[in-house]
């Protein structure tokens, strides 16, 4: 295949390219199954549908846009038309439920289409927070410590140090992490891991809280190598006094909220060179160690000494073009319709 038909934009071919979102997010639920306002961060992925669709289309594809709401609808439909080359997976759960995100990216392999984004088994590892963190630990990337609770009896927490944060071990978005969700005595963490543990049942993660900067490295792989896109940094100067440096669910989310403006993201950030080269290793690490694919970004706390420690990696984050991650590409000189065209070329097949 020659150098000049890969380097301009692919021809137009019909419906060569799905793009597969979770259809519940279009008027069927109005809440999350946890009945809250959780469902705003789900929502969210409608923000990407049509930049990602149009992208395509300026690229020179005619892309199937497929709410996903039936595994059989979905087997159907591939069976009466024939499979499509690629999908664009948007598909951030199924029915409402998180938790099914890796099942519907295992559908794809199963069914033998290539699909953008992170694998299956990535996806798995890095919903679950308490594995995540016994990977990081057993390669030895600094991760803060931490408890589990799993309902019942509360763990002995004699050797964490307060303060300390709870959050559900198998949820993203900042989802159970709340303003005020970072304690300072037994009482306040047990009542918190109580309530999550409630409202989410699954395991709690009771962690060490680091006062420092939150510090997010995008990865973009591009044909196998992978680049980390310059730094983004959440900044906590405008939270009400007192109040901790988190970037809770109201932070995220909740645009009204003082604790959504008062913690900007800025990118670049302002890293001095040797902990930037620390993040940058680490970040790549991290993406290797979980079987990363395409994008992702790793979160880091940096504790006042210049440590970073690793949070989590995030394999689905908002690729909107107002979002974090395409802060990170423009930073680094990259368009969203170039974004989209490396990941089609990562992942077209013939």
Same mark, same amino acid.
């Given at each position: ?25 279009? =008027?069927?639920?109005?809440? /999350?199954? @946890? ?7 789900? !929502? ?34 591939? /069976?009466? @038309? ?17 938790a099914k995100e890796m099942n519907v990216a295992a559908l794809f392999e199963l069914l033998d289409i290539p699909y953008t984004g992170n694998p299956a088994r990535t996806l798995a ?6 594995? @995540? ?9 600094? @991760? ?24 559900? %071990?198998?949820?993203? /978005?900042?989802?159970?992490? #709340? ?10 963490? #047990?009542?918190? %891991? ?17 006062? =420092?900067?939150?510090?997010? !490295? ?5 044909? =196998? ?5 310059p730094l983004s940094e959440i900044l906590f100067d405008g939270l009400p006094p007192g109040a901790p440096r988190i970037t809770s669910y109201e932070a995220k989310w909740l645009a009204d909220s003082v604790f959504y403006t008062g913690t900007p993201a800025v990118c670049p950030a ?6 930037? !080269? ?9 993406? %290797? ?11 880091? #706390? ?20 107002? =979002? ?7 930073? %680094?000189?990259?368009?969203? #319709? ?13």
């Open positions: 295949m020659s150098s000049q038909k890969q380097s301009g934009p692919a021809n137009k071919r019909e419906k060569e390219i799905w793009v597969i979102y979770n259809a519940w997010l279009r =008027g069927g639920r109005a809440k /999350s199954e @946890t009945g809250s306002d959780d469902r705003i961060s789900e !929502a969210a992925v409608e923000d990407e549908l049509r930049p990602v669709a149009e992208g395509l289309e300026e690229l020179g594809f005619s892309p199937e846009v497929y709410a996903l709401s039936s595994i059989l609808d979905l087997v159907m439909r591939i /069976s009466g @038309t024939g499979k499509p080359k690629l999908i664009f997976n948007l598909a951030e759960g199924f029915r409402g439920a998180a590892a890095a919903q679950d927070k308490i594995l @995540t963190k016994r990977l990081l630990v057993s390669a030895g990337i600094p @991760t803060p410590r931490w408890k589990v609770f799993q309902g019942g009896e509360f763990p002995c927490l004699g050797d964490l140090s307060y303060p300390l944060i709870a959050k559900p %071990a198998r949820e993203d /978005s900042s989802l159970g992490i #709340r303003a005020g969700g970072v304690f300072s005595d037994l009482p306040g963490i #047990r009542q918190a %891991a109580q309530g999550i543990f409630g409202t989410y049942r699954q395991p709690v993660l009771i962690e060490e809280f680091i006062d =420092g900067r939150e510090i997010g !490295a995008a990865i973009l792989e591009t044909e =196998g190598r992978q680049a980390v896109l302002a890293v001095e060179a040797g902990l930037k !080269a620390r993040i940058e290793k680490t970040a790549v690490e991290v993406f %290797a160690l979980l079987g990363g694919k395409d994008y992702g970004r790793v979160d880091f #706390r940096v504790d006042p000494a210049g440590n970073p420690f690793v949070l989590e990696y995030n394999p689905n984050p908002d690729i909107s073009p107002a =979002g974090g991650f395409a802060r990170s590409l423009a930073a %680094a000189g990259i368009g969203f #319709r170039d974004f989209l065209d490396i990941l089609v070329r990562n992942n077209r097949h013939g």
